[in-house]
T-cell receptor, first 114, second 113 residues
C-alpha cells in the first residue's frame, strides 16, 4: 500500500462533461503530481503542486486544471471531455520538490468517455 | 516526449530465469529510477541510482548505470510469477522551480510458471 488514495477508481461519462478526480497524498508528503497514462502516449506528466502552490506544469491541456488544498489533498478537474481523454489518471506524492526523490503512486482513476 | 526508451518492449521468460531490461536516455542526468507497474495498479518505486554510482543492489534486483552510454539496465534474478509486470525507468528533468519525472515506454515482463 503506497499510502496514496485516489477516488473514484472508475469513472464513465460522456463527451462534453466535466469530472473531478481526487487524490490524498501519503502522510507527510507535501508534493503531489498528476499523470495521464494512455496506450498511445505512455505515462505523461501533467502538473505538480507543492504545499498548495503550483510548481511545475507539463503536457496539461487548457481544459484541465488542478489545485492542492490546505490539507494537501489535490483535485484534477477535466472539462469539455473528449473521447481522447479516456485514460488512466494517476496521482503521486513525494516529500519535497528536489530531484532524486521516489514518488509514491495511487492506483489511479480509470476514465472512460463514451 | 519520452526521455527513456526501454528495451525490449516485451519479455517472456520461465520462472527461475533472470530477466534483463535496458533503458536508454537522451540528456545528462543526476539520477535514474526504476518503477514496476502491475496490471491495473499504480507504479511502485523499486530503486534509485545516482549518476556517480555504477551499480546498485536491492534484494533480487541489480541496477547498473553507464552515464557515458546514457543507459541503465535492470536485472531481476531468479524470477517469480509475481514479477510479471511492466517496468519503467524514469529520469529527473528540471522544470520551472521543481523537477518532474520523465518515464520511458516500459518493458512488459511475463514470467511463466
Amino acid at each position: 500500500d503506497s499510502g496514496v488514495t485516489q477516488t473514484p477508481k472508475h469513472l464513465i461519462t460522456a463527451t462534453g462533461q466535466r469530472v473531478t478526480l481526487r487524490c490524498s497524498p501519503r502522510s507527510g508528503d507535501l508534493s503531489v503530481y498528476w499523470y495521464q497514462q494512455s496506450l498511445d502516449q505512455g505515462l505523461q506528466f501533467l502538473i505538480q503542486y507543492y504545499n498548495g502552490e503550483e510548481r511545475a506544469k507539463g503536457n496539461i491541456l487548457e481544459r484541465f486544471s488542478a489545485q492542492q488544498f490546505p490539507d494537501l489533498h489535490s483535485e484534477l478537474n477535466l472539462s469539455s471531455l473528449e473521447l481522447g481523454d479516456s485514460a488512466l489518471y494517476f496521482c503521486a506524492s513525494s516529500v519535497g520538490i528536489t530531484g532524486g526523490q521516489p514518488q509514491h503512486f495511487g492506483d489511479g482513476t480509470r476514465l472512460s468517455i463514451l | 516526449s519520452q526521455q527513456g526508451e526501454e528495451d525490449p518492449q516485451a519479455l517472456s521468460i520461465q520462472e527461475g530465469e533472470n530477466a534483463t531490461m535496458n533503458c536508454s536516455y537522451k540528456t545528462s542526468i543526476n539520477n535514474l529510477q526504476w518503477y514496476r507497474q502491475n496490471s491495473g495498479r499504480g507504479l511502485v518505486h523499486l530503486i534509485l541510482i545516482r549518476s556517480n554510482e555504477r551499480e546498485k543492489h536491492s534484494g533480487r534486483l541489480r541496477v547498473t548505470l553507464d552515464t557515458s552510454k546514457k543507459s541503465s539496465s535492470l536485472l531481476i534474478t531468479a524470477s517469480r510469477a509475481a514479477d510479471t509486470a511492466s517496468y519503467f525507468c524514469a529520469t529527473d528533468a528540471r522544470m520551472d522551480s521543481s523537477y518532474k519525472l520523465i518515464f520511458g515506454s516500459g518493458t512488459r515482463l511475463l514470467v511463466r510458471p
